[in-house]
């Protein structure tokens, strides 16, 4: 699972640097320059230039100045973005010696272990912000995704719920992510009610979550609701164009329920964008799905749910 999937890095660790202007020049210049390599790539890391954002930190790093626990943690970022899991730990342990206090740290520590599928390790370092801050939504969140990822579904939503329940504000956009993978975990034991009442609420919050709409397809499809998981697919397509595997659902629906002018529409446009994707593998798999369709009975052809993927950062499942 995902999650990443979609998981919350950790922020940036901001801090301001005050020059004290009765100290030495030189020591001020010195000062002054750490702190504009220091901010230079913090810019970096929010245009997503993490190469030249990872020298900035090294070098601020390699001065030894009182930056230099916070560029520790932003390396520690950076190189997760990178998928620099090894430096990456180094980095985040790091900037936890020189602060025991660095949620972002613990946070992205965690991420780390979670991406290396050391579940346990990183739940105890999203258990670390708890104990800290037990209002933090995101540590829930992540350590529900290594919840799910080790299939005990019962805690993970027990923490997604959590991360809900918070009373820090956090954006519809996050809450949205959070329902459609607390809908999620609802399907993989089969409770298809709650899971749509939560893919419901995931879409009403932010009406552009493709991801919610197609999960929602699998559970209607699931319920033998034909006609709303068609619509649920066409959503999906309707934003997000490239979603071939939408394409590929709502053809085998459509043919069960005997349109199949429109089944092999959607197979073709499917066809085509693997084809356009260089995916070799799944175009073979549809070209035989085509197959299927021309020669078999609607009750014959099946969706294949339940099966958890990625797609940037978000949890989805293939139906």
Known sequence: MAIVYRVFLSGLSLIVMIALCFNAPVWAMSERNTSDIFNSGLDHVQQENYQQALVNFTQVINRQ?????????????VNLQLQNYSAAEFDCTTALQHNSDNIEAYLNLGLTYYRQGEYDQAIAQYQQVIQRDGEDYRAYYNQGLADFAMEDYPQAITDYSLALMSSRAFNPESQSLIYNDLALTYMMLGDFEPAILNFDQAIALDDHNYNAYFNRGCAHHQQAKYQAAIEDFSQVVQLKSDFTQAYVNRAVLHHQIG???????????????YQQQGNRLDYDLVINLKQKLLYSQPSQVSLFCQTPISINNSTVVIC
């Not at 100045?65 to 970022?77: E, P």
């Open 65 to 77: 100045d009182n930056l230099v626990g916070a560029a520790y943690s932003n390396r520690c970022l």
């Open 259 to 273: 349109q199949d002018s429109a089944a092999f529409t959607d197979i073709d446009i499917a066809l085509q964008q």
